[in-house]
């Protein structure tokens, strides 16, 4: 069955870095677009970023600049670079494969000083 496993969550001050991993099982990983998500406390789940099977990707505006998403096929792992975190990036952040309906349990993300 699919599996997604993402970890990396801390809590860490306003400007720090963070990078999320999200280990995929279960499917042809390589063959899936994959994303980020987040969920804010009270608000909505929403994509912050996209990669494609031909590892290009795309952004939500909030996150241009800060955030890199990229993927290693050969260990079926989707990696998030978080830089020059801020206190509105706290969240819990999960990864998917576009088109399959599983999620993972996320990863907690609290920007504080």
């Known amino acids: 069955q699919v599996q997604l496993v993402e970890s990396g969550g801390d809590l860490v001050q306003p400007g720090g870095s963070l990078r999320l991993s999200c280990a995929a099982s279960g499917f042809m990983f390589r063959n899936y677009r994959m994303s980020w998500y987040r969920q804010a406390p009270g608000k909505e789940r929403k994509m912050v970023a996209q990669i494609n099977e031909s590892h290009s990707t795309i952004y939500a505006d909030s996150v241009k600049g800060r955030f890199t998403i990229s993927r290693d096929n050969s260990?079926?792992?989707?990696?998030?670079q978080i830089n020059s975190l801020k206190p509105e990036d706290t969240a819990v952040y999960y990864c998917k494969a576009e088109g399959l309906p599983s999620w993972g349990q996320g990863t907690q993300v609290t920007v504080s000083s």
């Open 75 to 80: 260990k079926n792992t989707l990696y998030l």
